[in-house]
């Protein structure tokens, strides 16, 4: 083998191993951008299924607390888009925080009440707005503020 062949020979081995170094490198590329991504369940944060096969996430659908919006998941009553939440239990925790949240609510709300003093005179009868204001707190529509308001108006 001559010296003219070894270095041909050399020159091939430095191509080749040049064209292994980059293949090598496209991938290791694609391997770490394939690890950055861990496809989870984005309602609850589980690895072993996605959001669509998930009950509780169609069941909060139908009960009318989340919906579609723009084509992502917000609260019904606000439509407010839901944060991700990743790694802190996902949107499934946001929502039972907000149920939680509008539960201690309703029942602050159920729990006030107000002294009426039959000041007033004339032919104004208390009972009727006291009555009115209690009917229209059952049915949802009288907020905690306004309800106080109502019974300082009383």
């Not at 439509?79 to 949240?101: I, P, S, W």
């Amino acid at each position: 083998m001559g010296m003219e062949e070894i270095i041909q020979r050399m020159q091939d081995l430095q191509i080749k191993l040049a064209r292994l170094e980059e293949n090598t490198s496209k991938n290791n590329s694609k391997n770490i951008s394939k690890q950055r991504y861990i496809r989870r369940c984005i309602w609850c944060d589980d690895a072993s299924y996605t959001r669509k096969d998930y009950n509780e996430f169609n069941n909060m659908i139908r009960q009318g607390i989340i919906c579609w919006k723009d084509g992502k998941i917000a609260l019904k009553d606000r439509e407010d888009l839901l944060q991700t939440n990743f790694g802190k239990g996902r949107m499934r925790a946001l929502v039972q925080n907000y149920l939680k949240e509008r539960k201690t609510a309703t029942r602050e709300s159920a729990s006030y009440g107000a002294r009426v003093d039959d000041d007033l005179g004339g032919s104004t009868k208390t009972s009727e707005f006291w009555a009115s204001a209690i009917s229209t707190m059952k049915e949802g529509k009288l907020s905690r503020e306004a309800l106080l308001r109502t019974a300082a108006t009383i």
